[in-house]
């Protein structure tokens, strides 16, 4: 499995851009990168995956380089509602199950200040 | 539409105790998985089910930790002699289809004292 490595905590303000990097040195050729969200008290939220060059979707945009070994999550113009564990994560196509299936790491705590 | 739903949200339990934790997946989910998240880290997988089949049950940390899914729709997680070490969020994950995206419920607060 490709371990996975971003920053365990992160801070900004309210209406700024929030980039959240994160390595992937040993990606394989199938796999694809998915970040997930989770608040406090609730299961983690799929926000968005990609595979290569830039996804954007309503609520993030995710670039990853040619070399795919980092990715970067993007979220525009943050709120205080966007305070949340961030959780980047290499599989397989929405795999689940099993040891080659969702793996999380401790994820990045974004904390977002008025 | 509904989401997935587990019950209790919060349960103590003293050492020793058996527990039960319920899950209700997205009506129509054929695949449904248990993860363990301990305070400060993500998820970890326990076990998953395609309808009533556990196909794999490679993340139960001991035979303690039971899970069934009798008709392929509910699932119950059960703790025998729980230990403090039990103590976690448990949370239920469903997809349509194997390989699909997973929809979590909101979890169980197990404290073990």
């Known amino acids: 499995l490709a371990k996975t490595t971003q920053p365990i905590s992160m801070d900004s303000y309210e209406g700024q851009e929030v980039n959240i990097t994160c390595s992937h040195n040993?990606?394989?050729?199938?796999?694809?990168i998915t970040w997930y969200q989770q608040f406090p008290s609730q299961g983690p939220r799929f926000i968005i995956q990609?595979?290569?060059t830039k996804v954007t979707n309503e609520v993030a945009s995710l670039f990853i380089p040619a070399d795919r070994k980092s990715s970067t999550l993007s979220l525009p113009r943050v709120s205080l509602s966007d305070t949340a564990v961030y959780y980047c994560?290499?599989?397989?196509?929405?795999?689940?199950?099993?040891?080659?299936?969702?793996?999380f790491g401790k994820g990045t705590h974004l904390i977002i200040q008025p | 539409g509904a989401g997935v739903s587990q019950s209790p949200r919060y349960k103590v339990a003293k050492r020793g105790q058996d527990v039960a934790l319920r899950c209700d997946p997205i009506s129509g989910h054929v695949s449904l998985f248990w993860y363990q998240q301990a305070l400060g880290q993500g998820p970890e997988f326990l076990t998953y089910f395609q309808n009533e089949a556990q196909l794999d049950k490679s993340g139960l940390p001991s035979d303690r930790f039971f899970a069934e899914r009798p008709e392929g729709s509910v699932s119950t997680l059960k703790i025998q002699r729980t230990q403090q070490e039990d103590s976690a969020v448990y949370l239920c994950?469903?997809?349509?289809?194997?390989?699909?995206?997973?929809?979590f419920g909101p979890g169980t607060r197990l404290t073990v004292l």
């Open positions: 990609g595979y290569k």
């Open positions: 040993n990606i394989a050729t199938n796999d694809y």
């Open positions: 994950a469903s997809s349509l289809v194997e390989g699909d995206e997973q929809f």
């Open positions: 994560l290499v599989a397989q196509p929405y795999s689940g199950g099993g040891a080659d299936g969702l793996t």
